[in-house]
C-alpha cells in the first residue's frame, strides 16, 4: 500500500467567500475588509485554477468537478473534508460540523469518478449520521493517515470527535493516535480546528508543528509512532503553522514521482535548511493561495482529496 497517489480531486468553486458557520472554531479564517464577494471568488478561482496547473505540469492527475450553485457551499473548494477513498474501493462519508458544508456531500462525484473516470467503487461507508449527535469527523481534515501503517492520527476538537475515529479505525482497520493540538488565540490556548494544519505525514518523513501538543505525554506517544514507523520528523513553529506549513500533501506524478504540495505562503515561511530536509526526499510544488487560506481558513492539503480507487479494468483516466 502506498502513502501517496497519482490521482487528486478537486472542486472547481462557484461561489467561494468568508464561511460564517465555519469562522468561530477556524481561528485561521479572516475577514478581507471592503472585498465584494464576487471579488473573492475572481480571485480564489485563479488561485484554484493556476494550483490544478502547477499539479498538471509535473503530470499529476487531477480531476476537477464544478460545484454546483444548487445550494450554498461557500467552502466546497476543501473536498477533502467530506469523502476519503481507498484503495480496496471503499469510500467514506464523514460529519461535517458545518451545516452549509454537509450538503457539499455529492453522490454525482462519486458516479463521476466511477462511470466517467472509470474507478470501482465497492462500499460507501456513510459516518453522517453522527452530525444528530453533535459528533464530528471531517475526513482527512481530522485525520492524518499513515496508510502503509494504519495509523490514523487526530488531534481532537469539536471538528474531530473520539468516538467516531473510533468508529472509522474499527472499520477500516486503522490504529487511532488521538492527541490534543493548541495555538495561542488572543493570548490563550484554543483547540486547532483540523490536525492537518499542523501535521503532514508523508512516505519516508512527517512534517509537524510539536509545539502545539501542549501534553508532554501526548507529545511523546506522536513522536514515538512516527519514528517506529519510521518517518524523519521535521518540526515547524506555531508562527509556520499559521502560515499553513503544516498543510502539505504528498503526491505522485504519473510516472510514480513524489512531490510535495503546499501554499505559497508555507513555502515562503520554512526556512532553507527545513526546505532542504523536505527536497532530500521529493521536489515542492508551491501555489498562491492567499484568499483562499485567508478567508476559508484552509490552504493546499484542504484543497486535494486523494483518489486511492482501483480502476475497473476497462477504466482510464480522461
Known amino acids: 500500500m502506498k502513502q501517496a497517489t497519482n490521482t487528486i480531486l478537486m472542486i472547481r468553486p462557484v461561489q467561494f467567500r468568508y464561511n460564517e458557520q465555519t469562522a468561530n472554531n477556524n481561528y485561521f479564517q479572516h475577514t478581507i475588509e471592503d472585498q465584494e464577494v464576487e471579488t473573492s471568488q475572481s480571485k480564489a478561482l485563479k488561485e484554484f485554477d493556476d494550483m490544478v496547473a502547477a499539479l498538471r505540469v509535473h503530470k499529476v492527475n487531477v480531476v476537477v468537478i464544478e460545484d454546483t450553485r444548487e445550494s450554498d457551499t461557500p467552502d466546497s473548494v476543501f473536498p477533502n473534508n467530506w469523502v476519503s477513498f481507498h484503495e480496496d474501493g471503499r469510500v467514506g462519508l464523514y460529519p461535517m460540523y458545518a451545516v452549509n458544508r454537509r450538503v457539499e456531500r455529492r453522490q454525482d462525484i462519486l458516479d463521476t469518478l466511477k462511470y466517467k473516470y472509470g474507478f470501482k467503487i465497492s462500499d460507501v461507508l456513510n ?83 510539536l509545539d502545539s501538543i501542549d501534553n508532554e505525554e501526548e ?36 510516472t510514480g514521482d513524489p512531490y510535495l504540495v503546499m501554499s505559497t505562503a508555507a513555502y515562503d515561511s520554512l526556512r532553507e535548511g527545513q526546505r532542504q530536509r523536505i527536497t532530500g526526499y521529493c521536489p515542492i510544488i508551491h501555489s498562491p ?22 480502476l475497473n479494468n476497462n477504466g482510464n483516466h480522461e
Open 127 to 209: 459516518f453522517s449520521g453522527y452530525e444528530e449527535e453533535d459528533k464530528f469527523l471531517e475526513s482527512t481534515g481530522s485525520m492524518i493517515l499513515d496508510r502503509p501503517n494504519k495509523i490514523a492520527y487526530a488531534a481532537l476538537s469539536m471538528r474531530t470527535n473520539e468516538d467516531v475515529l473510533k468508529e472509522f479505525c474499527h472499520q477500516f482497520n486503522y490504529e487511532p493516535v488521538a492527541f490534543h493540538a493548541n495555538q495561542t488565540i488572543t493570548g490563550l490556548r484554543l483547540p486547532i480546528y483540523h490536525t492537518n494544519v499542523m501535521m503532514c505525514v508523508a512516505d519516508q518523513f512527517a512534517v509537524i508543528c
Open 219 to 254: 507529545r511523546q506517544r506522536v513522536v514515538e509512532s512516527l519514528e517506529n514507523s519510521g518517518k524523519e520528523i521535521i518540526e515547524i513553529t506555531e508562527q509556520q503553522e499559521h502560515q499553513f506549513a503544516g498543510n502539505m500533501l504528498q503526491v505522485l506524478s504519473e
Open 289 to 310: 493561495l492567499y484568499t483562499i487560506e485567508e478567508l476559508g481558513g484552509g490552504s493546499a492539503r484542504c484543497m486535494m482529496a486523494e483518489v486511492f480507487l482501483p
